[in-house]
């Protein structure tokens, strides 16, 4: 089924400078129960966003009217522990179209490509870079081209290109669907089984 | 032929289509599902109008979001029951097993999946829990995957899936007295943090390992995942056999014989290449418990939380922040810390291996005033082992009362929640903020750990108590 194309996204940022955050934080489990995709972004990091009467916490980022826009900029290993994908409907919900960080959860990472969250991995101290560009400049803007596969910011021109596996590339950029593709290879599938008696 | 290691070899031969540039496309024998990261997936198919292609080759079972009381009761809260009850539906309409709430044969995913022999060696399963890595201990590949991942699979019975990278950890050595299966994997994953090994699928191996039963292998695969891992494994031996022998569902089947011949190949050759190989002694290694708010923060529970200097520049933040959550202060020690609960169970430890080892702890010693217990055994028959075997009788006299079978307090979605600010010693394989309860404060340890802070409220060196 078709999903929202990627291609070039310029936008502010908002700075999440923690390393390991999990997907408990990102959303907890007590917003689980729900069956359908939506409305997760509501209770996008909760516990952080909220104190404990459901006040907004003045000090979380995504309280603060300086920062907006559709790119969080996290710490290393973002999107570690759980598998929910909930954690990406939860970011995706909120408005975010991409995640910068320096590395990812490996779960994490896949259930930001099936869902159009891009996640775009840059190195640590270009990171720390951006973080400071963004703490000093809270209106600096970045551009994502992700058929370049180029990560600018944009007021200091400094770029970076990022990696992304070609096939999910693609993907992004048509929004194109794993199941559709899986679907129309089924007659491979199906010999695979032929070939190899799985399941007995 | 060039040496292959095990994780190739089963990962190659489960290759329906190598994407150029992209993906493997990876065939699954065995998916698992919960209520919980399932409905999404199932309503994906529904659009599409399309059936699940091999309903045999899911199971599915409530556990996550189940309460451990009453279970014969209505499910209280509305959007619990709901989501159970849209599993019910879902596998009647889609023709898949289902063991429900009240089934004989209910119980945590990676509990029941091993008990009921559906998890075989040299398998690939899948399943929408990232604590999947479980039933490596079999030499099965196995990983957690997302929910439009699930959806895939329950669709064409294969998953677009990159190769990971390898990774082999050994093991040489012997355990002390008092140390088990999780305090290795909570020690490797101090050494080497919780992002330590993403990319990587785990191999463990050495003399340590290949001593332990399956039961301990399996708590070491659980917790592959809390150092980033897409999954750990270890190659399937006698002790693998053993253990299979005694599962109706795996020593009935016709083809048993030739399956173990098949099985006896599973296993790394000789100087087959891993992109990383690290090394422990298991000689060195102490109970272990976590300080800190991810499960690579732990110590042996007779050190002290790291000082000040002791951490990076970089990490000072993350560090300060997670010891402001827990109530502790850099450099102090952690025992004699009062501790308010206790929780023994979850797919890391409610087997009955564990149930033993913490009963056999508290047999004739009385569980203190200070502490709460839950008790939850990983399945209904873990609970009826649990019973027949008198263990739920002396549970009860030290004071211990044995709930029903669920996730329970790893994660909190049920009532077995831990109020703010309380301490809790932990079976489970999470301490993140909140994981156990909006303010909880999670110590990750061991049963026999755990059993000690039981017993005298407060963290507690096992050893001590187990040399009385």
Redesign the interface.
């Known amino acids: 089924?078709p999903k929202a194309k990627f291609d070039i996204l310029e936008s502010r940022c908002v700075p999440l400078?923690?390393?390991?955050v999990?997907t408990?934080?990102i959303i907890?489990?007590?917003f689980?129960?729900?069956?359908?995709?939506d409305g997760f972004g509501e209770n996008l990091f909760r516990?952080w966003r909220y104190d404990?009467s459901g006040n907004k916490n003045k000090d979380f980022v995504l309280n603060d009217p300086i920062y907006s826009g559709q790119v969080l900029v996290a710490?290393?290993?973002f999107g570690?522990?759980?598998?929910?994908?909930?954690a990406?409907w939860a970011i995706a919900d909120y408005g975010f179209r991409a995640v910068i960080s320096s590395?990812f959860?490996?779960?994490f990472r896949?259930?930001s490509l099936?869902?159009g969250l891009l996640p775009v991995v840059v190195r640590e101290d270009f990171l720390s870079d951006l973080l400071e560009e963004i703490r000093k400049k809270p209106e600096t803007m970045v551009r994502i081209d992700l058929g370049r596969q180029l990560f600018t910011i944009l007021p200091v021109g400094k770029s970076v290109s990022f990696e992304i596996?070609?096939?999910?590339k693609e993907c992004m950029m048509k929004g194109l669907d794993?199941?559709d593709?899986?679907?129309s290879?089924?007659n491979?599938?199906t010999a695979?089984?032929l070939r190899?008696n799985?399941?007995? | 032929m060039i040496p292959k290691t095990l994780f190739d070899k089963i990962w190659d031969s489960h290759v329906v289509q190598s994407i150029e540039g992209g993906p493997d496309v990876l065939y699954i024998d065995q998916q698992y599902i919960h209520e919980v990261t399932s409905p999404q997936a199932f309503a994906g198919l529904k659009a599409r109008g399309i059936p699940v292609m091999r309903p045999a080759q899911t199971l599915a079972t409530a556990d996550h979001n189940i309460p451990t009381k009453d279970q014969d009761q209505p499910i209280k809260d509305a959007l619990s029951r709901n989501q159970v009850d849209k599993l019910d539906e879902n596998t009647r309409e889609f023709g898949i097993t289902y063991y429900g709430l009240n089934h004989p044969l209910n119980g945590i995913v990676h509990v029941i999946g091993p008990e009921q022999g559906f998890t075989l060696p040299g398998m690939t399963i899948v399943c929408g829990d990232s604590h999947t890595s479980t039933h490596g201990a079999f030499g099965s590949v196995a990983f957690g995957i997302g929910t439009s991942e699930v959806e895939m699979v329950l669709a064409t019975q294969c998953i677009l899936q990159p190769k990971p990278k390898k990774m082999r950890i050994t093991v040489n050595g012997k355990l002390q007295k008092g140390v088990t299966s999780k305090d290795i994997i909570l020690y490797i994953i101090s050494q080497i943090s919780t992002g330590g090994a993403t990319g990587y699928f785990v191999e463990y191996a050495g003399p340590a390992i290949e001593t332990l039963s399956m039961e301990s292998r399996m708590t070491i695969c659980n917790m592959s995942i809390e150092m980033g891992a897409r999954g750990g494994l270890i190659a399937p031996d006698e002790i693998t056999f053993e253990y299979l022998k005694l599962i109706p569902n795996v020593v009935n089947k016709p083809d048993f014989a030739s399956q173990q011949e098949k099985w006896n190949l599973l296993k790394s050759d000789t100087g087959a290449g891993f992109d990383r190989e690290l090394t422990f002694d298991a000689g060195k290694i102490r109970p272990m418990i976590t300080y800190g708010t991810n499960p690579g923060m732990g110590i042996a529970i007779d050190d002290s939380i790291p000082a000040l200097d002791d951490i990076s520049e970089d990490r000072t933040a993350s560090f300060l922040k997670s010891l402001d959550y827990m109530g502790f202060i850099p450099g102090m020690r952690m025992l004699g810390h009062p501790v308010d609960y206790v929780f023994l169970g979850s797919c890391t430890n409610g087997r009955i291996e564990d149930l033993r080892a913490f009963t056999k702890f508290v047999k004739g010693r009385k569980k203190a005033n200070n502490v709460t217990a839950l008790i939850v055994p990983g399945s209904k028959k873990v609970e009826q082992q649990a019973i027949k075997e008198g263990l739920a009788t002396i549970l009860k006299k030290a004071g211990f009362e044995l709930r029903q079978p669920g996730c329970s307090s790893c994660l909190a979605m049920n009532e077995d929640k831990v109020p703010p600010g309380k301490y809790a010693v932990s079976t489970s394989n999470r301490n993140f903020e909140g994981r156990q309860g909006p303010g909880a404060r999670t110590l990750l340890a061991s049963p026999l750990t755990a059993a000690a802070a039981a017993i005298t409220g407060k963290i507690t060196d096992p050893r001590d108590l187990l040399n009385e």
Do not use: C
Not at chain 1, 32 to 37: N, V
Not at chain 1, 165 to 168: F, I, L, R, S, V
């Open positions: 089924m400078p923690l390393e390991n999990d408990d934080q907890p489990a007590r689980l129960s729900a069956t359908t995709r516990d404990k710490g290393k290993n570690s522990g759980s598998s929910r994908e909930h990406v590395f959860a490996d779960i896949n259930n099936n869902n596996n070609p096939y999910k794993d199941i593709y899986l679907l290879i089924r491979i599938i695979y089984e190899n799985p399941g007995k």
